[in-house]
């Protein structure tokens, strides 16, 4: 693909790093002259030094024949302009980058619909949901989040003892929303229907809508965890789109910031959370607070990875069950471990992950193995004319060993009801066994 890449800060970098790797032709432009150079000196692509945003320069670096443009400089608003103006001129498809909740958040305003550009990306909202899907979900198997975390997927053990071992699917009160998508049993996978009847030890995949997730799963778990205790250090938007991520969870949230103005804004924007002015690595603040109890500490501080990467792993020597460390630099990642840091992110590898999953437009694209990788997760886009269009799904008879998890529909992603019915452009996540997939290739796409 012809790729360009705005921004030759740490998430633009990073893109062109993996983008060239992959064999893609990469055009880099940058307002600073440095950073062109430096990337120059490390990296086997093109450059343009100026305004990213001005037609005449994107038209120069061959915006109007690109494949892809990413807007990814420091400020939101040049992002915005730069992947509208791109698309003016005729780039196939443009993403951009943004940091503030006010452009991704979308609930005034959806400002890709509104400027025509294709996709955005946050990579504080991305690192926020990696880290609450691991708090949500302790001691699962697998866990993935789709769709800014509209719907969740869970792989997990069927404890003995839960309320639907020795009853069929049908008999659960599994809220609408939510299903069990895939039950392997003694090492055979296989997709259940209504009267399958549960069996303790199952290992079961369930899907369903973020708001039903919890209750649904309930029937198949009788570990009570109880409420879980979480420390955040650092008060900057990860933060804020971790907590907004862990409303209405089991989880209780203090989130400590040094600045106390920084800490009287955030104390009035989250209410369901305790927030305090100080730093919780203070000797005398994490005993007061007896933050060794807590199942998780989360090192969240901008711009000092040292700071992040030591004081997390004080806390895990301090008692703390699970200490999660945000870092910039990647190179840090396999330090860690063996100072007691349980988990670790990069917002631009996250970042990256998410672009390199935009620019894959095979028909098929896997996006996870369940079951010991007997079973796939595909993300399917309906074409215009596709079989499958306009029918209910209850009618749909895709085979035993498959089924529709998911579907996105414009920025809404939900489960779907035995009624609904798909439109072409909606994305679709299906989950089944191998052999099927050409059978599927031509349900969704061909006319």
């Given amino acids: 693909m012809d790729i360009i890449i705005c921004g030759a800060g740490q998430v633009g970098t990073h893109a062109a790093q993996v983008l060239t790797a992959a064999g893609h032709k990469i055009t880099v432009l940058d307002l600073n002259a440095q950073r062109i150079a430096a990337i120059e000196d490390t990296m086997d692509l093109a450059t343009l030094t100026g305004n ?70 946050c990579p504080d909202y991305a690192t926020a949901q990696a880290i609450g899907s691991m708090l949500r979900n302790p001691g699962a198997m697998a866990v993935e989040s789709f769709a800014r975390g509209q719907v969740e997927m869970q792989e997990f053990g069927v404890a003995p003892g839960a309320k639907a071992v020795g009853k069929a699917l049908s008999d659960l009160a599994i809220p609408p929303g939510m299903r069990v998508a895939v039950i392997t049993r003694r090492h055979e996978a296989f997709i259940p229907d209504g009267a399958t009847i ?81 730093d919780p690595t203070d000797r005398s603040v994490f005993d007061e607070e007896h933050l060794e109890q807590a199942d998780a500490f989360v090192g969240l501080l901008v711009d000092d990875d040292e700071q992040n990467i030591l004081r997390c792993a004080w806390a895990k020597s301090m008692g703390v069950k699970t200490a ?35 620019i894959d437009e095979s028909a098929l694209q896997s996006v996870a193995t369940l079951a010991e990788g007997i079973i796939n997760v595909y993300r399917m886009v309906v074409r215009p004319g596709a079989p499958i269009v306009g029918k209910p799904l209850a009618t749909v008879k895709l085979s035993p060993n498959w089924m529709i998890a998911a579907v996105q529909r414009k920025q809404e992603v939900r489960v779907p009801l035995p009624d609904a019915s798909l439109q072409a452009g909606d994305v679709v996540l299906v989950i089944g066994r191998h052999g099927m997939e050409e059978k599927l290739t031509q349900l969704f796409t061909t006319g």
């Fill in 198 to 278: 549960v069996e303790a030890n199952d290992a079961i995949v369930l899907v369903g809508n973020t708001d039903v997730f919890e209750r649904g799963k309930k029937p198949f778990d009788v570990a009570d965890l109880g409420r879980q205790r979480v420390v955040l250090m650092g008060g900057a938007a990860t933060s804020v789109w971790l907590c907004r991520t862990l409303r209405g969870s089991n989880v209780s949230i203090r989130l400590f910031e040094e600045d106390r103005a920084r800490a009287e804004e955030l104390a009035s924007k989250l209410e369901w959370v305790t927030v305090l002015h100080g």
């Fill in 324 to 358: 999660v460390a945000v870092v910039e630099n990647p190179n840090y990642l396999r330090l860690l471990k063996p100072i007691g840091i349980d988990y670790a992110y990069t917002p631009r590898m996250l970042a990256a992950r998410e672009i390199l999953g935009a």
């Fill in 52 to 121: 990213c945003a001005n037609a005449d320069l994107l038209r120069e670096a061959g915006a109007s024949d690109a494949d892809l443009l990413i807007a990814a400089t420091s400020a939101d608003e040049i992002n915005l302009l730069t992947a509208a103006v791109a698309k003016g001129v005729g780039a196939r498809k443009c993403i951009a980058r943004v940091h503030h909740s006010a452009y991704f958040d979308q609930r005034g305003l959806d400002y890709c619909e509104t400027l025509g550009i294709d996709q955005m990306i």
